[in-house]
């Protein structure tokens, strides 16, 4: 009697151990669907190779669903083909017609930039451009520019607003020796087309001849010569103060067309010079810029005349006429 009664007492604690069992069971997934366990994730790839920006960009839709309470990983490979599909290095798009407005609507640049061999374009110096600025703006490398151009130090330093440079990008054919060559055709050429133009000679208008006022007993600032007269790239007025240190603050030089130049605060010591440069520039400790878009001194027999703020001469200068050499 014992021993049934022990039977039945191990079945119903099972019975019971199942139900409740099968209870907790279904109240955990009622609370947690298995679809609640499945994260998808999204991923929207852009794939460019050109900074064109009405370009048409190709974009690839990736939904990777990862294992639940891990870390959702791409599946592998799934890019492989776009890796292969474009170049690790983008390709250098040039802008036609933004090229066609830097050049300011000129036919001739438009039609040799035209002309230029693959990889090779034109660009019009712009007011803070630097050969290597450059050459970093179009991802070329700024000594080859400067070798293709026939640039140095100096001549680089002389560049102007609106001068033209031939840009080497990677595979660009061109060398210093063509360039060189193409701008002595084009020299030629051009001269040839003017003699055949030419009519009629004009001869410039002469200056009168003035009479040089009188310069103070005491003056010690003196005009020494102008250089490059009639090149507006390259004309100027040297001036050197050959006595004591003194600042010519509210000075003149003038000339005899009523072209007058004020200079600001500058203070020149003994023995020190400057030059007075026609054209526009910025300037500099030993360079002034009278910013004028002409030369000032094209016909020999200019007179200059520098004053002080007392309106006192201090000095004068006849533009001499150039010497011909036999």
């Known amino acids: 009697m014992q021993r049934r009664s022990l039977v039945i007492f191990i079945v119903l604690n099972v019975l019971i151990s199942l139900g409740v069992a099968f209870g907790v069971i279904s109240m955990w997934n009622s609370q947690n669907p298995p679809s609640a366990g499945v994260q998808v994730i999204t991923l929207e790839v852009r794939i460019t190779n050109t900074p064109d920006p009405n370009a048409t960009i190709p974009v690839r839709i ?143 208008t002469a200056r009168p001849t003035l009479t040089l006022p009188p310069t103070a007993a005491n003056a010690q600032v003196a005009i020494l010569e102008v250089i490059g007269a009639g090149d507006v790239t390259t004309e100027g007025v040297v001036i050197r103060n050959t006595g004591n240190t003194i600042n010519i603050n509210g000075w003149t030089l003038s000339d005899d067309l009523g072209n007058t130049y004020t200079f600001a605060e500058r203070v020149l010591f003994s023995n020190a010079q400057i030059t007075l440069f026609s054209r526009v520039g910025q300037d500099t400790a030993i360079a002034l810029f009278w910013n004028k878009s002409a030369p000032l001194f094209a016909q020999p027999g200019a007179v200059l005349t520098l004053r002080d703020r007392n309106n006192t001469v201090q000095s004068t200068y006849r533009v001499p006429a150039p010497v011909s050499l036999p």
């Open 62 to 204: 990736i939904t990777a669903t990862p294992v639940p309470g891990s870390i959702g990983l791409l599946p592998t490979g799934v890019l492989d083909d776009v890796a292969t599909s474009f170049s690790s290095a983008p390709e250098v798009t040039v802008d036609v017609q933004a090229l066609s407005g830097a050049l300011g609507g000129s036919t001739t640049l438009q039609g040799t930039a035209t002309a230029l061999p693959p990889n090779c374009i034109l660009h019009v110096i712009a007011s803070g451009d630097t050969p290597f600025g450059v050459a970093q703006q179009y991802g070329a490398n700024g000594f080859d520019l400067m070798e293709v151009n026939g640039l140095n130090d100096q001549t680089a330093s002389s560049l102007q607003i609106g001068d033209v440079l031939i840009v080497p990008l990677e595979g660009c054919p061109l060398t210093a020796a063509d360039v060189a060559a193409s701008q002595a055709t084009e020299t030629a050429t051009t001269s040839a087309t003017v003699e055949a133009e030419a009519t009629t000679e004009v001869s410039p």
